[in-house]
C-alpha cells in the first residue's frame, strides 16, 4: 500500500501484543472515518514496540478502505511514549491537521468514537481532547485516587481521565510536547500525564468528549514500573512547574467544555482478588516501613501500621490527601530521595485503593463517580495542608517556586526581602485559617509598601 504524502487526520494505535485486539480496533477506525470523515484525507497508523505476537501482521491483514501505515521502534526498545513520539512527528511531517489516539486493546470502540475524538479538534479549536468513560470502581485506580485528584486538585483543572489512553490533538500541542525536554518516564508510562500536565500548564485549549463505557484489558492496581513511571513523571512536572500552580485555590477550578452523548453505561465487569491486593500492601509496608516511620508524624504511621498489621482497611480521604501531600512535598524538598519516596507511596496507595473497594463495591457507578469527585474536592481543599508544610518547612521555599512577583519587587529595589516573607507569612496565614486568598502585590499594596505605579511595572516585567 503506497504510503501517503500528505494527510488531514491521522488515527494512531499504539501497540505491545495486541495481535487479539488490533483487528477490531482497525475496522471500527476505518468505519469511522468513512462515515463522518469521508472529505478527509485519513491515514490509520500502528505505532507499535516490534511485538512479538504477530501485531504487525494483524494490522496490516486488516481490510480496509483508507490507507494503513506501520512503524516500530527498533528491536528491545519499549514503552507507549516511543511509540507516540514516532506518531508525533509522523503528523508533523504529513502536516496533519488533528490526531487521534485509541490503544490497541480497546474492545468498546465504536465508530462515532473517530467523530467525537477528532472533531473538537478539526471543527471546534480544541488543542488537546481527552476522554470521559464509564469505568468499572475496580478498574483505573491510579485515575481515580492519584492522577485525578492532582489534577482538580493542584493544577485546579477538572479532566477526569487524565490517563485514559484516548486522545486527540492539534499540531500546535504536538509542536509544544516535542520542544519539551524529554525525560526517561516519559517515553514509558508516564507519556499519558505528561501530555495532559503539559496541555494544562501550557495553557492550551483542553476539551473533554464521553465515549461510553471502557472495554479493555483491565488490571488489578500495579506497583511496579507502570506505578513508578507515572507518579514519578506527575510529580516531575509539579516540582519543574511550581510556581504556575502553587497559589491557585477552589475558587479558581476550570472545567474543560465536554462535547458527545454525556451517559453513564453498565462499566466493563470486573472481579479483583482482595487477599491478593492486601498481600502486596503488607509486603509493601513492610518493605518502605523505615521510610514511613521517617517522613511521616507518629499518628499517621501507627494509624496505617495498625490498618495493615490488623486487616482493616479504612484509610479515610481526609488522611489520604494529608500522607499524599505529606510525600508529594517531601519529594520536592530531597531530590536525591526521590525513588525511595515514590516507593513509600506504594503501600498507601494500595491501602486507600483497598478501602475504597470495600466502601463502593455494592454501590452503582454513580455512587462510585460522586466518591471519587469528592476524593478530587478534597485534593483541592486541602492544599492548605500543602501550603502550611510549605510554610512550616521552609517559608522561602514558596518565594523561590512563586519567585515571579516577589523576587522582582524585591530586585528592583520596591521592598525589601523581609517584606514580602511577612507578607507571605499573612498569605499563608489567610489560606489556612480562612481560606482567603490575596496575592502577594496585594498585600504590599495595601500595606502602602508598594505603589500602584510600582505594581505595575513589576507586571510588566513580568510579561517579558
Not at 26 to 53: M, Q, T, W
Not at 92 to 99: D, Q, S
Not at 211 to 218: F, N
Not at 291 to 304: A, H, M
Request: aromatic letters at 10%.
Amino acid at each position: 500500500m503506497a504510503i501517503m504524502s500528505s494527510v488531514d487526520l491521522i488515527v494512531g494505535i499504539p501497540s505491545y501484543n495486541e495481535a487479539d485486539t488490533i483487528g477490531g480496533v482497525v475496522r471500527a477506525v476505518d468505519c469511522g472515518l468513512e462515515r463522518y470523515f469521508p472529505h478527509l484525507k485519513s491515514l490509520i497508523v500502528n505505532v507499535d514496540n516490534n511485538s512479538p505476537d504477530n501485531t504487525k501482521e494483524a494490522f496490516l491483514s486488516i481490510e480496509t478502505k483508507h490507507k494503513k501505515e506501520y512503524i516500530s521502534t527498533p528491536e528491545g526498545v519499549k514503552g507507549k511514549g516511543y511509540n507516540l513520539r514516532n506518531l508525533f512527528t509522523l503528523a508533523l511531517e504529513k502536516g496533519a491537521k488533528a490526531v487521534a489516539v485509541i490503544d490497541g486493546d480497546i474492545q468498546s470502540i465504536t465508530p462515532e468514537w473517530v467523530r467525537d475524538l477528532a472533531s473538537p479538534v478539526l471543527n471546534d479549536g480544541r488543542d488537546f481532547v481527552t476522554p470521559l468513560y464509564t469505568r468499572h470502581q475496580f478498574d483505573g485506580t491510579l485515575t481515580n485516587h492519584i492522577c485525578y485528584p492532582v489534577v482538580f486538585g493542584l493544577l485546579s483543572t477538572d479532566i477526569r481521565q487524565p490517563i485514559g489512553g484516548e486522545f486527540a490533538f492539534s499540531p500546535a500541542m504536538i509542536k509544544y510536547w516535542l520542544s519539551r525536554e524529554w525525560k526517561g518516564s516519559f517515553y514509558r508510562y508516564g507519556i499519558d500525564i505528561f501530555m495532559t500536565v503539559s496541555a494544562v500548564l501550557g495553557g492550551f485549549k483542553v476539551g473533554q468528549v464521553y465515549l461510553g463505557s471502557k472495554v479493555h484489558k483491565a488490571s488489578a492496581p500495579k506497583l511496579g514500573q507502570m506505578f513508578e513511571e507515572v507518579v514519578d513523571t506527575l510529580f516531575t512536572l509539579l516540582m519543574d512547574h511550581k510556581d504556575k500552580w502553587i497559589n491557585k485555590t477552589v475558587e479558581d477550578i476550570v472545567i474543560p467544555p465536554s462535547s458527545g452523548e454525556k451517559r453513564l453505561e453498565e462499566p466493563q465487569e470486573l472481579s479483583i482478588d482482595i487477599r491478593d491486593l492486601k498481600r502486596k500492601c503488607h509486603e509493601s509496608f513492610e518493605e518502605n516501613k523505615e521510610t514511613l516511620k521517617e517522613l511521616l508524624d507518629p499518628y499517621s504511621f501507627v494509624r496505617i501500621q495498625e490498618m495493615i498489621e490488623m486487616d482493616y482497611y479504612d484509610l479515610d480521604l481526609l488522611l489520604w490527601t494529608q500522607l499524599f501531600y505529606t510525600l508529594l512535598y517531601t519529594y520536592d524538598q530531597e531530590e536525591g530521595e526521590r525513588k525511595r519516596i515514590i516507593n513509600a507511596l506504594k503501600p498507601l496507595y494500595l491501602a486507600r485503593s483497598i478501602s475504597f473497594d470495600y466502601s463502593t463495591w455494592k454501590y452503582n457507578i454513580r455512587f462510585v463517580e460522586t466518591e471519587v469527585r469528592r476524593q478530587a474536592l478534597l485534593f483541592s481543599t486541602q492544599k492548605s495542608y500543602l501550603w502550611g508544610l510549605y510554610w512550616k518547612g521552609n517559608r522561602e521555599g514558596l518565594i523561590s517556586s512563586n519567585k515571579r512577583f516577589g523576587q522582582v519587587a524585591v530586585r528592583k529595589g520596591y521592598v525589601s526581602k523581609e517584606d514580602v516573607l511577612k507578607a507571605l507569612d499573612i498569605q499563608l496565614d489567610e489560606n489556612l485559617h480562612t481560606g482567603k486568598h490575596r496575592l502577594i502585590g496585594r498585600i504590599l499594596l495595601e500595606q502602602g509598601l508598594l505603589t500602584p505605579g510600582e505594581v505595575e511595572d513589576i507586571l510588566r516585567d513580568l510579561k517579558t
